[in-house]
């Protein structure tokens, strides 16, 4: 799984490369840089890979100041030493990119419409032998959370803890759904980035209101 996982996104890193400026990083993720007009921020826009095609489209044309980081993460898809699919991006990749490149802003494109402000925390558990169901729990429901070992597409293994602590960024001015917030977003929040959720569902409305506020 791994070793085609990497396959694609060498083809795809191809791709990109003769177009923008590309690469790959250590825990397999896909980035590439846009830029725009003259002033502006370094905004780093966080997807899975695996909606690599939408929200390629949603940036294209898509007038702002500054650049755009795209980071597009594998980590959704990767197998685990325990067998355990995973439900949604890891902590590792995104922290590591986040402490390499210091983004001034951190927007993160999940399931949903609109704006993510926040995430009260939560963790993902395995269930109970008594028959509850595995799944996000909040942080204080009993049982521990999973810990799983990733297997990154560039066969680096790391520890992952499904427990994510609870995240807000101060409201904007912007006439956008207001939806739940991914979980994730408290790594950039824990590195001081400010950070939003952007929702897939009209994607391109949300980022071309956002950037005329920004």
């Given at each position: 799984m791994a070793s085609s996982l990497l396959e694609q996104l060498s083809a795809d890193l191809e791709v990109l490369s003769e177009h923008l400026r590309a690469g790959l990083d250590e825990f397999g993720t896909l980035y590439c840089y846009l830029e725009g007009g003259r002033g502006g921020?370094?905004?780093?826009?966080?997807?899975?890979?695996?909606?690599?095609?939408?929200?390629?489209?949603?940036?294209?044309?898509?007038?702002?100041?500054?650049?755009?980081?795209?980071?597009?993460?594998?980590?959704?898809?990767?197998?685990?030493?325990?067998?355990?699919?995973?439900?949604?991006?890891?902590?590792?990749?995104?922290?590591?990119?986040?402490?390499?490149?210091?983004?001034?802003?951190?927007?993160?494109?999940?399931?949903?419409?609109?704006?993510?402000?926040?995430?009260?925390?939560?963790?993902?558990?395995?269930?109970?032998?008594?028959?509850?169901?595995?799944?996000?729990?909040?942080?204080?429901?009993?049982?521990?959370?999973?810990?799983?070992?990733?297997?990154?597409?560039?066969?680096?293994?790391?520890?992952?803890?499904?427990a994510y602590g609870p995240w807000e960024s101060p409201p904007l001015n912007l006439d956008l759904p207001i939806s739940p917030g991914p979980y994730w977003g408290s790594v950039g929040l824990a590195l001081g980035i400010p950070t939003y959720g952007v929702g897939l569902v009209n994607l391109r409305a949300s980022l071309e209101a956002l950037f005329s506020l920004w």
């Open positions: 921020r370094t905004y780093l826009l966080h997807a899975p890979y695996q909606e690599a095609l939408p929200v390629l489209q949603a940036l294209n044309g898509l007038s702002f100041r500054g650049r755009i980081l795209l980071a597009l993460d594998p980590s959704p898809l990767s197998p685990t030493l325990e067998g355990l699919p995973l439900s949604g991006p890891t902590r590792a990749p995104l922290a590591h990119l986040l402490e390499k490149t210091r983004p001034d802003r951190l927007l993160l494109a999940f399931p949903g419409e609109g704006l993510g402000q926040g995430f009260p925390g939560g963790k993902e558990t395995a269930g109970k032998s008594d028959g509850a169901a595995p799944g996000w729990q909040p942080l204080e429901a009993e049982g521990e959370p999973l810990t799983l070992h990733v297997e990154a597409p560039t066969g680096l293994v790391y520890r992952e803890v499904r």
